[in-house]
């Protein structure tokens, strides 16, 4: 067991104190909207909750926009880093007016990621109530732009200015017994078809962008895409057209590739540009444009990280599952540092306004964050954790829906 009983039970007890505290501020942060690029507001919330207990603690906004601070360890010259994304999918114009509700916490983000966030930041108060002095530094970082088109530039920028990351550990509120250890990576591309349009009458027989467009849409929906390792290729949306008697000078697709391997991520790229080719034919002009690109990637099950974020959740009576999905943790697999991703709690209805998380199990997930930073910290001191390549998922993981 990598962890004592006398500290699993200090750091159980003062979560439980602490827990309250977590969805105070679950709450406060989760009223601030924080759209994808427009995060300053909460940044600025989450730093000043990082000083509330310590006013002298040093956190500062990167050149991301990301918040930083850092508990100091006792080797200074690697890190464990702990990531959990500012950002939502609600825009301001969305009511940010989240509630308790009985046992569970009600509204827009609370747990995708407003709970993770709350989590994070007790972090360095459940370490100094327990007398807990890392093994190495613990750099707390909440990123921007991890949703959506945001293409996890925070993490990126992250991980780019602080190179003596060993590990990293990414938060997220939802599926506490979730250990993703494999990056779900995408491709994320706008197809624009451009025609000489005409008259639905008088130039009948000209191209028609539309038509294009139904067309490529028809030998997209047709390529094959392998069970194993589980990939998907979708038309998300088509646009195009101007009034019922014209024939479309334009039309465009928005289309997404999603895989666990990033072998397969840039064939499938490679043959829906393949296909896009084949409207220029018709004399039309097709230009794409990429919109977003997350890779793809992996641990083994029994990698070192992966074992301890399972040892953790044992210890705490937790079921545990292996985890597919794009997530901060993305970024640091593709690198080849090792990474996973942990929940907080359990909740439902992600993404929409009546979003919902469980109150009762936060105490666990902030204990199992504790108890999961306390132990990769130590390995990382001592030099065990290793970058092991990735020869491709080797159990068939739950699928999620994580942007």
């Known amino acids: 067991m990598p962890f004592g009983r006398e500290l699993s039970a200090s750091l159980k007890r003062q979560s439980r104190l602490i827990a309250a505290e977590v969805v105070d501020d679950t709450l406060a942060i989760s009223r601030i909207p924080a759209p994808t690029g427009d995060e300053l507001r909460r940044s600025l919330a989450v730093r000043d909750l990082f000083r509330r207990d310590d006013p002298g603690r040093l956190v500062?906004?990167?050149?991301a926009g990301n918040v930083v601070t850092r508990i100091p360890g006792r080797q200074r010259d690697r890190s464990v880093l702990v990531a959990a994304h500012l950002d939502t999918i609600f825009g301001a114009d969305v009511p940010h007016l989240p509630r308790l509700e009985g046992s569970r916490l009600?509204?827009?983000g609370v747990g995708d990621n407003g709970v993770a966030l709350a989590a994070m930041i007790a972090l360095p108060r459940l370490f100094s109530r327990c007398r807990i002095v890392p093994?190495?530094?613990?750099v707390l970082i909440a990123t921007v732009g991890e949703e959506g088109y945001g293409n996890l530039r925070g993490i990126t920028a992250a991980l780019d200015l602080n190179r003596e990351a060993a590990a990293v550990i990414a938060v997220e509120g939802h599926g506490l017994g979730r250990i993703t250890h494999i990056a779900v990576g995408s491709r994320r591309v706008e197809i624009r078809i451009e025609g000489p349009g005409g008259h639905s009458w008088a130039?009948?027989?000209r191209p028609s962008a539309v038509h294009a467009?139904?067309?490529l849409t028809a030998r997209l929906?047709?390529?094959q895409t392998p069970e194993w390792p589980r990939t998907t290729l979708n038309v998300a949306s088509i646009t195009g057209g101007s009034t019922i008697n014209s024939i479309a000078t334009s039309a465009s697709l928005q289309v997404e590739i999603r895989s666990m391997d990033a072998g397969i991520l840039e064939s499938l790229l490679g043959e829906v540009v393949r296909q896009v080719r084949l409207v220029e034919r018709d004399g039309l002009r097709v230009t794409i444009e990429t919109l977003g690109v997350r890779p793809a990637g992996g641990l083994p099950s029994d990698h070192l990280i992966v074992r301890?974020?399972?040892?953790?959740l044992a210890s705490l009576g937790t079921p545990s599952a292996s985890d597919a999905s794009s997530t901060d943790a993305n970024v640091p697999i593709a690198w080849g540092i090792p990474a996973v991703c942990i929940g907080i709690s359990h909740g439902g209805d992600a993404h929409t306004p009546n979003e919902w998380l469980e109150r009762e199990p936060i105490a666990t997930g902030l204990t199992q964050l504790g108890l999961l930073v306390r132990t990769v910290a130590e390995d990382v001191e001592r030099g065990d954790l290793r970058r092991i390549p990735w020869s491709g998922p080797d159990a068939n993981p739950m699928s999620a829906a994580s942007d």
Not at 60 to 63: E, K, T, V
Not at 135 to 138: F, G, I, N, R, T
């Open 60 to 63: 500062y906004l990167d050149q």
């Open 106 to 108: 009600v509204g827009p």
């Open 135 to 138: 093994a190495c530094d613990v």
């Open 203 to 205: 130039d009948y027989g």
């Open 213 to 215: 467009a139904g067309r």
């Open 221 to 223: 929906a047709e390529i």
């Open 308 to 312: 301890r974020a399972r040892s953790v």
